[in-house]
């Protein structure tokens, strides 16, 4: 017949052969939940990811990704980047920062500016400034102030009729500004009705100053009513 003592002591291992059980089932389930919570983290760090970013990988950077702005996941789409401008290099400007203020012209004019001489905007700062598409063009990158939209003319009487070149001083004529805004006029309508778009507008803006050059050199408008040519 068992005696107290025994009954006392095998109740107590059972106790703690029951409870021990029970513990170890309570930190299996704490195991289970930290590895379920792992790996939630891990699914979600992949949202993140960008395209050529590494979101949540072995650098251990979550934010990587997200800043790279286009990739697989819900922060990747959140805005798509513009595409980039083509043809005529209005768009050739660091980060497309462009400027309608007037610059210094004559260090982008190819072949620089002689003595004697000085840079003439041919799309001038004052009738670009007048036309809503000049501004969003100089928001994707045109600069005014960029060799193409350049001619070195001479600012002497003498030189102009050496050379036959327009004269460049002094104040420009009202023929010659009225020309100049025909031609932004026509592309500020073309804009509006939308058969110019955003990434035509370097190659518009290029035919534009070639027009004005030619219509200059072919004495087909006028600068200064001094010219004597």
């Keep these: 017949t068992p005696t107290w003592d025994a009954v006392v002591s095998v109740s107590t291992d059972a106790a703690l052969v029951v409870g021990g059980g029970l513990l170890a089932s309570s930190m299996r ?30 650098q251990g950077n979550p934010s990587q990704g997200e800043l790279s702005g286009s990739g697989s996941g819900p922060q990747g789409q959140g805005a798509e980047a513009a595409p980039p401008l083509a043809g005529g290099g209005a768009g050739d400007v660091p ?26 905007h041919l799309v001038g700062v004052a009738e670009a400034n007048r036309f809503p598409v000049m ?43 009225r020309y100049v805004n025909s031609q932004l006029n026509r592309l500020q309508r073309r804009y509006d009705a939308g058969r110019v778009s955003d990434s035509q507008l370097p190659s518009e803006l290029g035919r534009i100053e070639d027009n004005i050059r030619n219509a200059l050199l072919a004495r087909q408008v006028r600068l200064q009513h001094a010219d004597p040519n």
Excluded: C, F, M
Aim: charged share 15%.
């Design 29 to 58: 389930q704490v195991d289970d939940l930290v590895d379920a919570g792992l790996q939630r983290l891990g699914q979600l760090g992949q949202w993140g990811r960008g395209k050529g970013g590494n979101g949540r990988t072995d």
């Design 95 to 120: 980060n497309n920062i462009g400027t309608l203020q007037r610059g210094n012209i004559n260090a982008n004019i190819v072949g620089g500016v002689p003595q004697g001489y000085a840079g003439h």
């Design 135 to 177: 501004h969003r063009a100089a928001e994707l990158g045109y600069d005014i102030n960029r060799g193409s939209n350049g001619i070195a003319l001479p600012t002497t009487v003498a030189e102009s009729a050496a050379t036959g070149l327009p004269l460049h001083t002094g104040r420009h004529v009202a023929d010659y500004e």
